[in-house]
């Protein structure tokens, strides 16, 4: 099995863009798709990118999704952040093993 | 609008077996060749993958805890099912069930249950 490693936290602040990366350790990390929930404090996940940088249907265009296979990870960017999107995001992919969650990053938007 | 929901005993005890239910509405569970998953959480900790299941039977696991999991389905009540054995306090989690957006376990979980606490203890 691989592991996806993500920052612990980051912060920003209002109207600005923040980037959360999310490191494949083994394996190509255009091997399998990469999705990103949103995991907001007594909540259940949802999705925000699915399939590295799709956008499910309700989820704004502020948030996107790239891969660099030079570097083997995935990013999830989001735009023009308001305090509504201060939530845990994890990123989550798959191989010949299973579903593999990365642990999590802290989004602090103040 | 589908909707998951997670049942089960509030607490279980250290070296017995957990089990969970989750009941699917809105939408039949042989509908389009999902497959169905369950993951968790532990307290103030990140998500896990325990395994996943197709209505016709067939299951993928997380290897780590293969050894000690067993995911069923009744298609007949439209549920899914996770037992997990020789549970320790490192099982105290949040479990959620959710579906797979396809037909393989490598999509994306589209719709999840709320999730439910389990303590061990």
């Known amino acids: 099995n691989f592991m996806l490693t993500q920052p612990h936290s980051v912060s920003e602040s209002p109207g600005k863009t923040v980037t959360i990366s999310c490191t494949r350790s083994?394996?190509?990390?255009?091997?399998?798709?990469v999705q990103w929930y949103q995991q907001r404090p007594g909540s259940a996940p949802t999705t925000v990118i699915y399939e590295d940088n799709e956008r499910p249907s309700g989820v704004p265009n502020r948030f996107s999704g790239s891969i660099d296979s030079s570097s083997s990870s995935a990013s999830l960017t989001i735009s023009g952040l308001k305090t509504e999107d201060e939530a845990d995001y994890y990123c989550?992919?798959?191989?010949?093993?299973?579903?593999?969650f990365g642990g999590g990053t802290k989004l602090t938007v103040l | 609008q589908l909707q998951l929901q997670e049942s089960g005993p509030g607490l279980v005890k250290p070296s017995e077996t957990l089990s969970l239910t989750c009941t699917v509405s809105g939408g039949s569970i042989t509908n389009n060749n999902y497959y169905w998953g369950w993951i968790r959480q532990p307290p103030g900790k990140g998500l896990e993958w325990i395994g996943s299941i197709h209505y016709s039977g067939n299951t993928y696991y997380d290897p780590f805890l293969k050894s000690r999991v067993t995911i069923s389905v009744d298609t007949s009540k439209n549920m899914f099912f996770l037992k997990l054995s020789s549970v320790t306090a490192a099982d105290t989690a949040i479990y959620f069930c959710?579906?797979?957006?396809?037909?393989?376990?490598?999509?994306?979980?589209?719709?999840w249950g709320q999730g439910t606490l389990v303590p061990v203890s």
């Open positions: 959710a579906r797979h957006g396809g037909n393989t376990p490598e999509y994306y979980f589209d719709y």
């Open positions: 083994s394996g190509s990390i255009a091997s399998n798709y």
């Open positions: 989550q992919s798959y191989d010949s093993s299973g579903l593999v």
